[in-house]
């Protein structure tokens, strides 16, 4: 993958997106070789990442390491999903749980891995959501360095002059089916970048009384693994006014191979 016919990838795809501009950055990378797929993720409050052993459509050995997480209970998703992975179908792996037993970023993060596991090369999402200016704000997602949605959204509503204008993410699941496979899957991407950039409205480190999700929402929130006193400091950082973005490290690394 050296040299210049390396199209997939360049070294300036280790900058954010929208430079300079206050917004939330994510990015998704999987990483696929026979017999077994690596996949990571990170953003500003996020940093898993997740190896999947396979043979003959079997998932055989999973590992799952959760680098920053914004509360201590996370760290417990993990070996949780490592334990009810092991052993399922690759075709089953977007939907072998109920998501909201484990962390949703992990479990999105497994399913994303599952589905490009007998692929021949690495894929990249960069995403960005603008900070929000009286409920207005950019939503944006390349896959490789090729742009594939830019939405304004009022909250969570896409506004004109989108195709899709009128939308509202939170029903995103009932009309994705009117995209094509590759639109579909990055669309689903977004809304998740979406819905978590509101975490950049806080900051935990100082801020005791944080909205937090309703009981059950994920691992940290279901009742045997809440912990009102679990905040995590030092889990929070922001892109926004640096030269790298998310997964900037990983990103060179597979440049250079």
């Not at 300036?12 to 929208?18: D, G, I, V």
């Not at 360095?145 to 029903?171: C, F, K, M, Q, S």
């Amino acid at each position: 993958m050296a040299g210049e016919d390396a199209e997939w990838v360049w070294r300036e795809r280790t900058a954010p997106l929208r430079p300079g501009e206050a917004a939330l950055r994510r990015a998704v990378l999987v990483d696929p070789a026979p017999g077994r797929v690596r996949a990571a993720l990170e953003d500003d409050f996020h940093h898993f990442e997740i190896e999947i052993a396979h043979a003959g459509g079997i998932i055989t050995a999973v590992s799952a390491t959760t680098i920053r997480h914004p509360w201590t209970t996370c760290a417990g998703a993990g070996p949780l999903l490592v334990e009810r992975l092991r052993g399922r179908r690759l075709a089953d792996a977007a939907a072998f749980d109920s998501p909201y037993a484990h962390c949703t970023h992990l479990y999105d993060l497994a399913g994303q891995a599952a589905s490009r596991a007998c692929t021949e090369r690495p894929v990249l999402f960069r995403m960005a959501v603008t900070d929000a200016v009286d409920g207005r704000r950019e939503a944006l997602i390349d896959r490789d360095g090729a742009p594939v949605h830019a939405w304004t959204l009022d909250r969570e509503t896409i506004l004109p002059p989108h195709p899709y204008a009128g939308r509202n993410l939170r029903a995103l699941r009932q009309w994705v089916t009117e995209l094509d496979p590759g639109e579909a899957e990055a669309a689903l991407l977004l809304r998740r970048a979406v819905f978590i950039s509101i975490g950049r409205t806080f900051d935990p480190d100082v801020q005791r009384d944080v909205p937090t999700p309703p009981p059950g929402a994920c691992f940290t929130h279901q009742p045997e693994n809440f912990d009102p006193d679990a905040r995590a400091r030092g889990s929070r950082r922001d892109f926004s006014g640096g030269r790298a973005g998310p997964l900037a490290d990983r990103i060179a690394t597979l440049a250079e191979q």
